[in-house]
């Protein structure tokens, strides 16, 4: 079985503040750092690490292609599917706080140039039965879906960033449905404050779709059909939780393709984002499996 993320590359420049800026202010930063990013580069980055045969599709701009093809290729991602497109590549502004909280600005770059052919392109590649997994920061995700579908890979759907746009998906059509609680009221109309009744509801919508909704430090939970399970978060000290959502995402899948249960899935997928948030940078804070393994024996 084959997983492959279709998503986007972005370059992540990173300031370090004090609060985020608010409007009409200038505001200082006490560091810069830029690293590779883009929600599509994160979660192949860690399903690479965490053992999955993974193939990364998506668009880069000239410039970009050694730095971003070099982290997937690093943590043992294929890059062939990849196209150069002329122009600057996806990139984002981060800010981060001393809490560990962040502010994002995207812009899709080369990330909104893929075309149809692009897309029939790398489909020709996969089966019936391998992995796709997406997020909201391409284009082409209607003609993505239907062609996956049609080809009977199982869809793994991250609504991530949520806007109106991603209310016109075909999110039935996933297989996993992998959000957090600000992803899940957009969609599900019901409060943050109220997590089961969000995954009820979503559940509802959703009847053939695995849900799985993350909860930041409630942690996370999971519902199909008639089975409901949570999962607690390992606690960590946040320094940069950026990643941290695409290691979950990467580390639960790639768990279930292990051949593990929902519940080991979510814990193993648990400590991975643990892990991450404790560290700077996006795709460069997600563990390799071997770290996750070791820190849940001395955490969970």
């Known amino acids: 079985m084959k997983v492959l993320v279709f998503g986007s ?15 009409g202010e200038t505001l200082s930063s006490r560091e810069m750092n830029r690293f590779c990013g883009g929600k599509g580069l ?27 093809t070099g982290r997937l ?16 590549s996806g990139h984002a502004i981060i800010q981060t706080t001393p809490e560990g909280e962040n502010s994002i600005i995207l812009y899709r770059g080369a990330n909104g140039r893929i075309t149809r052919e692009d897309v029939d392109f790398v489909l020709s590649h996969f089966q019936k039965g391998d992995i796709l997994a997406l997020q909201n920061e391409i284009n082409q995700l209607p003609y993505i879906m239907e062609r996956a579908k049609s080809l009977g890979m199982k869809i793994v759907m991250n609504p991530s960033p949520v806007d109106e746009e991603i209310l016109k998906l075909p999110l039935a059509s996933a297989d996993y449905l992998i959000l957090n609680e600000v ?13 089961e009744g969000m995954l ?3 559940m509802r919508l959703f009847p053939d779709t695995r849900i799985v909704l993350t909860l930041g430090k409630n942690g996370s939970l999971y ?20 990643a941290a959502g695409d290691t979950f995402t990467g580390f639960f899948m790639g768990s279930i ?3 593990k249960s929902e519940e080991e899935a979510l814990e193993i997928a648990s400590a991975a984002a643990a892990i991450a948030v404790g560290r700077e940078g996006a795709s460069s804070s997600i563990p390799d499996l071997k770290e996750v393994e070791a820190y849940g024996r001395e955490k969970l």
């Open 9 to 23: 590359l972005n370059i992540d420049y990173v300031y370090k503040v004090d609060h985020f800026a608010r409007p």
């Open 42 to 68: 994160n979660q192949s980055v860690a399903f690479g690490r965490s053992g999955a045969e993974t193939y990364h599709a998506g668009a880069v701009g000239i410039h970009d292609w050694d730095m971003l």
């Open 73 to 88: 290729k690093e943590a043992g991602v294929r890059t062939e599917l990849i196209r150069k497109k002329e122009g600057p």
């Open 183 to 195: 992803e899940g009221e957009a969609i599900s109309k019901v409060s943050s404050r109220e997590e």
């Open 200 to 202: 009820t509801e979503l």
């Open 223 to 242: 519902g199909y059909r008639n089975k409901i399970c949570r999962q607690a978060a390992c606690q960590a000290k946040a320094v940069d939780t950026t």
């Open 257 to 259: 393709i292990r051949g």
